[in-house]
């Protein structure tokens, strides 16, 4: 039986290696901690999870959903998009409900991007960028992004056969994994840009709510003119701990909701509307647990970022996100430094380099972690270094 080809094509599991060694060490029965994945460890708000109680005793939500969305939904995103950001949107036509926002990102390169075409994304980042487009057969040329330039994707010496072939450009911020935050200027620059080009410029704001030290993060859809070339994603995964739930929204040109609604149309029958109603209590309830958080992650952070700091790594204390992002010491490779942390610490962190060529020489710390373990995983790394 033989696979399409495009299959071959997609990255091996970078990961695979470092978990393989975890296994092997856990199965001598150390106690390995993992400040590995981004998946938050406090459960979901209860109001949230009462709404979604309520809904699925409804015989109405038992049929197929609305395949963009509920109405009520998609006015709800449209609310919060206003209230949160000032931004309108037409909860008809320029909003479109999504099982987690992962599923929408792959399935925008299906509705823009043609064997052969290009979608421009960040040497750093969501892999789900790069991976849609070797599923479509299709390329990714990846933008540098390096700590000089504060991890802002460089979009201004992409070669012109690339340039001339690419239909989207992917950037997020607050980032994953860098923790890094767009300026105003930058989102201009790249709007400014994608018009020129003629490109979709696709936001991933999947952090927008889990900002620290009174940061605000923005909405693309907030600059001049965005709405022309953007479309922004949007999770509930991370503000309010609902990965496993899988919802978020699409919104901005009409156009390139349009058409992901119409590839969606054609894969998909849309999110149970129950989820939806839970969803619509999250984003219209009472938002002290998102507060609770930030607190919570900011207070994790503090302790990770002082214990690596006394250790003597360089790292920025993130503004926004629920990573941190170190340089690996001297001498080290992110995957070396990785291997040293597990095997000696029984610590278990992500290797940058994981994330694309320019991750190389970090490695990714997640907040997600309950705080016992991550305070016995903060001491464990002070014991490695001295
Ligand atoms: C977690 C995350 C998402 C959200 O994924 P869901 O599919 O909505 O759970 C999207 N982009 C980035 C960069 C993320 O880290």
């Not at 479309?231 to 992901?260: D, H």
């Amino acid at each position: 039986m033989r696979t399409a080809r495009c299959l071959d094509n997609l990255p091996p599991y970078l990961f695979a290696r470092i978990d393989a060694k975890r296994a092997a060490i856990e199965a001598t029965g150390a106690d390995v901690i993992s400040l590995g994945i981004g998946d938050p460890d406090m459960p979901t708000p209860e109001h949230v999870v009462d709404a979604m109680a309520r809904a699925i005793r409804d015989p109405k939500n038992h049929r197929y959903p609305d395949y963009a969305g509920s109405p009520e939904f998609r006015r709800a995103c449209a609310d919060y998009m206003s209230r949160r950001f000032g931004v309108s949107v037409d909860p008809e036509r320029e909003v479109l409900a999504l099982i987690g926002s992962k599923e929408g990102i792959a399935h925008l390169v299906t509705a823009f991007v043609d064997p052969g075409e290009y979608v421009l994304a960040p040497s750093i980042g969501y892999p789900v960028y790069s991976g849609g487009a070797t599923l479509m057969s299709a390329n990714a040329y990846f933008m540098p992004m390096k700590e000089e330039n504060g991890f802002l994707a460089d979009f201004s010496n992409i070669p012109a056969d690339a340039l001339a072939k690419a239909k989207i450009m992917f950037i997020g911020y607050p980032n994953n994994p860098t923790g890094a935050v767009a300026t105003e200027e930058y989102f201009d620059r790249a709007i400014a840009f994608c018009r020129e080009h003629d490109l979709l410029l696709a936001h991933d704001n999947a952090y927008w709510d889990i900002c620290f030290d009174g940061y605000r993060a923005p909405s693309i859809l907030e600059r001049p003119g965005a709405k022309d070339v953007c479309i922004e994603f949007f999770s509930l995964s991370k503000p309010y701990n609902m990965t496993g739930w899988r919802i978020g929204w699409a919104c901005g040109n009409e156009t390139a909701v349009q058409a992901l609604g119409t590839v969606k149309n054609n894969l998909d029958s849309g999110q149970f509307t129950a989820v939806q109603e839970a969803a619509i209590a999250a984003l219209s309830g009472p938002q002290d647990c998102v507060g609770e958080m930030r607190r919570l992650y900011e207070r994790r952070r503090d302790e990770i970022v002082g214990a690596l700091r006394g250790v003597g790594m360089a790292c920025n204390a993130p503004k926004a996100t629920i990573y941190v992002w170190a340089k690996v010491p001297e001498g080290e490779t992110s995957e070396s430094f990785a291997t040293k942390l597990l095997e000696e610490a029984h610590v278990v962190v992500t290797p940058g380099n994981g994330y694309g060529p320019d991750g190389e020489g970090f490695i990714r710390i997640s907040l997600t972690t309950p705080d016992d373990k991550l305070l016995e995983a903060v001491r464990r790394i002070e014991r490695l270094r001295r």
